[in-house]
């Protein structure tokens, strides 16, 4: 349970003084999450772990200028990375074999730390239809382009698009 | 599609990569989108936990250090903030204000003692007031702070003036966030138009070197009251 103690706000404060140390525990306390989350995305061992570098590097040098009023520190740090990921596999138009075995989505009940705020995420995702819910999953947690995702499902392109779009808003006004 | 929607699938990682392009330039600037971002950030994070985590290589932290370690020594060598395109157009930005301040100022206050010269210090980033200088004659200045602003407790904020001309800023002393301060000016030369003025984060006795170190903290100029 020490997941929820780790101070991220103090933390970038710390690094935007110089403390490198801070940047370290950080790296300590989430390298493994957040190079699981680029992993997911990128699909390439050495990708991933440039992802991460690249991200830590961005968290220090954008720690200063950090405003707790826009959201979460935590959720900054995973966002960073997962853009750069992100932005990665889009801009490189990727030729991966989709239908190599993907490993099974980690069952969400195994990250407690996660539990009490993912609870509302994973209650909506629920009221989603079971291809609907697997759209965004893909998207978010697999970096997948609609076009991948149709490819995945067997479905148009169309209906994935429409379908995400649905779902999005669907989620929005169930999490309101 | 709309702006949320926008937000929403570029959170989501759904845009292609033009499109996503286009998201993060707008982001830089246009507040709007970038809360609605924000709120599907939020919304979306705990999926983050679906992926297992990776325990990274031994090399990954080396690295990591090895590029700050670099970082660091390039900033050793600091552009001089005067020389900093940012600070120009922020001073732009802090004229204006300094305008608008005036403005009110005269609306609201028939001219008692008027100060002969103001400037207001921005923050460089935002633009956001943060203290306002007033002088009614040229010997000494008052500077007012507009709030409270946070300094971490081995910090110290430190006030620097140059005006044109001058080879580099000189220091007016250290400043306690939320103090009104009276500064006399009387070993320096008289205050001029457009002369700059900024408060930056020090160690708590001052700069070392006796110029600026520390990041920018407010900035303005000196505008003539007329």
Redesign the interface.
């Known amino acids: 349970m020490a997941e929820i103690i780790f101070d991220y706000e103090a933390c970038l404060?710390a690094c935007a003084?110089g403390d490198?140390r801070a940047?370290?525990r950080l790296?300590e306390h989430d390298?493994?999450?957040l190079?699981?989350?680029a992993?997911?995305?990128v699909r390439d061992r050495a990708l991933?772990?440039d992802i991460?570098?690249d991200a830590?590097?961005k968290v220090?040098?954008g720690a200063?200028?950090f405003d707790p009023n826009?959201?979460?520190a935590?959720?900054?740090v995973?966002?960073v990375t997962?853009?750069l990921a992100?932005?990665r596999v889009?801009?490189a138009s990727r030729d991966v074999e989709l239908s190599d075995a993907h490993?099974q989505?980690?069952a969400?009940a195994e990250?407690v730390e996660?539990e009490a705020?993912?609870a509302q995420?994973?209650t909506c995702l629920a009221q989603l239809d079971p291809a609907r819910r697997q759209c965004?999953?893909h998207?978010?947690?697999d970096?997948?382009?609609?076009s991948e995702?149709a490819q995945t499902l067997g479905a148009p392109l169309g209906t994935v698009k429409a379908w995400?779009?649905r779902s999005?808003?669907a989620?929005?006004e169930c999490?309101a | 599609m709309n702006d949320d929607e926008l937000a929403s699938e570029y959170v989501l990682g759904t845009l292609p990569h033009e499109q996503r392009a286009d998201v993060e330039q707008r982001l830089r600037h246009d507040a709007p989108l970038r809360a609605a971002v924000q709120a599907w950030e939020q919304r979306l994070l705990p999926l983050t936990a679906l992926a297992p985590p990776v325990p990274p290589s031994a090399q990954l932290w080396r690295r990591i250090e090895r590029t700050l370690n670099q970082a660091n020594k390039r900033a050793d060598k600091p552009v001089p903030w005067w020389n900093l395109l940012a600070v120009w157009r922020g001073l732009a930005a802090a004229g204006l204000t300094a305008t608008l301040v005036l403005a009110a100022l005269l609306w609201i206050r028939p001219p008692i003692a008027e100060p002969t010269f103001v400037v207001v210090l921005v923050a460089p980033q935002d633009q956001a007031p943060g203290w306002v200088i007033q002088a009614s004659d040229r010997q000494q200045i008052q500077l007012i702070p507009l709030g409270v602003m946070h300094v971490p407790a081995d910090k110290a904020l430190q006030f620097w003036t140059k005006a044109d001309g001058w080879q580099g800023p000189v220091s007016l002393g250290l400043v306690k966030p939320g103090q009104t301060l009276s500064v006399p000016l009387d070993k320096l030369p008289p205050l001029a138009p457009n002369q700059l003025f900024e408060l930056t984060l020090e160690d708590a006795s001052g700069s070392p070197t006796g110029k600026p170190t520390g990041p920018i903290q407010a900035i303005g100029r000196a505008v003539k009251v007329l």
């Open positions: 404060l003084r490198h940047l370290q790296y390298s493994s999450r190079l699981g989350v992993l997911r995305i991933a772990e991460v570098h830590f590097i220090w040098h200063h200028g826009r959201g979460s935590r959720g900054w995973f966002s997962r853009h992100l932005n889009r801009n490993e989505l980690a969400p990250h996660f705020r993912s995420i994973h965004i999953l998207a978010y947690v970096g997948f382009s609609h995702i995400i779009k999005l808003a989620l929005r999490m």
